[in-house]
């Protein structure tokens, strides 16, 4: 059968509203029209430099309207774009580089000093500015107005528990169902803006912006998350949908205090994890519309997202799955049934077909059309999506199992603790026991018989953590999720 094929999208977004504006940051904006003559003028320097269809092209750039012109000149040079988080170190990026045989290194004047590095480390290959690529003369080449949705658009890499990461092949047509499973959940209002202060190296700051040009809706850009920032955003700039992880939105809820969103603010997008009970409990106080999802990047960003209407009698819920994609339990080989926990089992178009270079790991999380996730979690009687947390963090202690996110949770309803994170370690007696490790507030004191104390009032005996320690930050990586498997690093050594 024929790859769909369908008009670049940016070409065509700007053909029908140009004067719309695309993207905007806090000091300028641009409409499509614009964004689609400096896309058009790039792709141009893209080719005059050797660029040719398919080749990998990398980029290490922080946020910023540059990043949009950057990606679709690439679309329009027809490369496979290979997004870098800036967090790495310069040995990740190199691996990266090497893994993806990339032809290409576009960076920033932020990450002038790692790129120099990598350029020592591969002097093969070809590194160059943003600012050096709008000196390059235009090649007179015939761009690619046309996209199969079959065709590989992204590479984009896991966080890897063990060894090195996994790049993820996105196709045009992973990120399209992306965008139309959404709106077919969220809905698309005219005056839409979606605030991306998540990276745009990862899948949900980049999905923003595919759903910017599909949609024809503003992408407002910051350069990093900052709680009075976004909310002053939310605020003065008109926007009406965020994407946020759980740490994102308890600051903004703190720095909110008892102020309330514009009426025209729908969608607090929470992803990244199980949401802890009292931080949705805080935001449907405040009546802020937090929409809980569940999604990776091997789904192109969200997979299940919750329904408008279900927010308040659902709340802890991720939802069902978006249209059409499909979703099952699986629990030793066969389909779970309600409220029996097992292995979260997702199918449908946004889904990738495996892994760059990966044959044997591809085999293993792709079985016949179901992508197998490593998440646990169940589905109520109405079907309805509670992730429970990451196979691999899943502790057993005395043979019963303990998900961390559910003591996260209780430890973050305390008052004095601003973030948690629980790990298991080796027990004699029990196998493995939970430990915790708190961030505490500003002028608040660390007491871990409280800490532990609190916990025995409002969890099972085995699920309550055997120590808890202090640490002054907890592992995060650049989207803000918990790295549980860093968090035995900040155990002291006995």
């Keep these: 059968m024929a790859s769909e094929r369908m008009p670049n999208w940016l070409a065509k977004r700007a053909a029908l509203t140009p004067d719309r504006i695309a993207v905007m940051s806090k000091t300028e904006q641009w409409s499509f029209a614009e964004l689609n003559g400096r896309a ?4 141009r320097r893209f080719k005059g430099l050797g660029v040719e269809k398919k080749q990998f092209v990398a980029f290490l750039m922080q946020n910023g309207l540059h990043v949009a012109e950057v990606i679709h000149a690439l679309h329009y040079a027809g490369a496979v774009i290979v997004p870098l988080n800036i ?3 310069v040995r990740e990026l190199t691996w990266q580089l090497k893994d993806s045989e990339a032809v290409l290194l576009v960076y920033d004047e932020a990450n002038a000093g790692k790129a120099e590095e990598i350029s020592e480390e591969l002097q093969q290959l070809n590194t ?3 600012s050096q690529l709008q000196e390059v003369p235009q090649a007179e080449s015939v761009l690619e107005k046309h996209i199969d ?5 992204t590479i984009v890499y896991t966080s890897g528990t063990t060894g090195n990461p996994k790049g993820v092949m996105l196709t045009y047509g992973n990120h399209w169902w992306s965008a139309i499973g959404s709106s077919l959940n969220l809905g698309l209002h005219e005056d839409d803006r979606w605030l991306a202060c998540v990276p745009l190296f990862h899948v949900s700051g980049l999905s923003i912006l595919m759903r910017s040009v599909i949609y024809g809706m503003t992408a407002v850009i910051h350069e990093s998350f900052d709680p009075e920032e976004a909310n002053r955003a939310i605020a003065r700039d008109g926007v009406t949908i965020m994407s946020v992880v759980s740490a994102m939105l308890s600051r903004m809820v703190e720095n909110l205090d008892h102020a309330r969103y514009p009426d025209y603010f729908r969608c607090m997008l929470l992803g990244g994890g199980p949401a802890p009970q009292v931080l949705l409990e805080r ?3 405040r009546e802020i519309p937090v929409f809980q999802t569940y999604g990776m990047s091997e789904t192109a960003s969200q997979i299940v997202t919750l329904a408008p209407e279900n927010m308040l009698d659902k709340l802890g819920s991720a939802g069902k799955p978006l249209f059409p994609a499909e979703l099952k339990i699986e629990q030793n080989g066969e389909t779970a049934g309600p409220g029996e926990v097992g292995e979260i089992v997702v199918s449908g178009p946004n889904v990738t077909k495996g892994y760059l270079k990966r044959e044997e790991e591809t085999d293993k999380a792709i079985r016949g059309r179901w992508l197998y996730s490593g998440d646990l979690g169940y589905v109520d009687e109405e079907g309805f999506l509670y992730v429970l947390d990451r196979r691999k963090d899943l502790i057993i202690s005395g043979g019963e199992n303990v998900y961390p996110a559910e003591v996260e949770a209780v430890l973050l309803a305390h008052p004095d603790v601003e973030d948690a994170g629980v ?3 080796t027990d004699e007696r029990w196998g493995e026991v939970p430990v915790a490790i708190v961030k505490i507030k500003n002028g608040k004191e660390f007491d871990e ?3 532990i104390s609190f916990c025995g009032d409002e969890l099972a005996r085995y699920k309550v953590p055997s120590r808890v320690y202090q640490a002054n ?5 650049a989207s803000r999720k918990l790295l549980r498997r860093k968090l035995a690093e900040l155990i002291p050594k006995p």
Excluded: F, M, W
């Design 40 to 43: 058009e003028a790039n792709a």
């Design 87 to 89: 967090r790495l170190t």
């Design 128 to 130: 160059i500015s943003y």
């Design 149 to 153: 949705l079959d065709d590989l658009h």
């Design 283 to 285: 935001c449907k106080d």
């Design 423 to 425: 790990t298991g370690i």
């Design 449 to 451: 018989g409280a800490l």
């Design 473 to 477: 930050e907890l592992p995060r990586n």
